[in-house]
């Protein structure tokens, strides 16, 4: 079978949600390189409108703490040891985005789409480079108890949790089906 596929489309197409990770590190530089090119996605504002959070090496226990520090008791005493190992050993990056909270709903609505574009973008550029990412958005984003244990200030709003790390490329799953587009569209002419 040849190919029928190249450069940036053949990246989304073949880029899959990674849940397990090697826990292979992932340098911080590397992180940083990503973050670098994917800030280029378009933005509508005079200033991007993100910034971010990144957990890495013992950070992470920081991270962990702060999303158990969201759970029952109850839930606590039944998955925490298992969360924390996750969390502090098996994921080798956290990575949290954050836009600034905008009570005006256009420019809300072109902050998160910007920030959304640039995520997508860390998940393309991570891809590329070996790395898996699965973009959270649990309900720990929006606890006070764990905005205020990671850092968030107020007036920030999380987009969303990046799980990052290297992982089994043999393990990959394998696509799911897309609607044609013909069957999504309504041309107008």
């Known amino acids: 079978m040849i190919d029928t596929y190249a450069g940036i489309e053949k990246t989304i197409r073949e880029r899959r949600t990674v849940n397990q990770f090697s826990g292979e590190p992932v340098s911080t530089d590397l992180v940083t390189e990503l973050l670098d090119a994917a800030v280029w996605a378009p933005f509508h504002s005079r200033r991007e409108p993100w910034r971010f959070l990144l957990f890495v090496g013992d950070g992470r226990k920081r991270f962990s703490d702060a999303v158990l520090s969201t759970y029952t008791d109850e839930k606590r005493e039944q998955y925490g040891e298992k969360v924390a190992d996750v969390y502090c050993t098996g994921v080798p990056v956290h990575l949290v985005v954050l836009i600034e909270e905008e009570p005006r709903p ?3 609505e072109e902050a998160f789409s910007a920030a959304s574009a640039l995520i997508q973008n860390i998940q393309l550029l991570a891809w590329e480079r070996g790395i898996g990412v699965v973009w959270k958005t649990n ?3 929006w606890s006070p108890l764990f905005r ?3 850092g968030v200030k107020p007036g920030q709003k999380v987009v969303g949790t990046l ?3 290297y992982f089994d490329k043999t393990k990959v799953r394998r696509p799911k089906l897309r609607t ?3 069957e999504l569209l309504t041309l107008i002419d």
Do not use: L, R
Request: aromatic fraction near 14%.
């Open 163 to 165: 799980h990052m790390g």
């Open 148 to 150: 205020e244990a990671i």
């Open 139 to 141: 309900d720990y984003n």
């Open 180 to 182: 044609p587009v013909s």
């Open 106 to 108: 256009k420019e809300w």
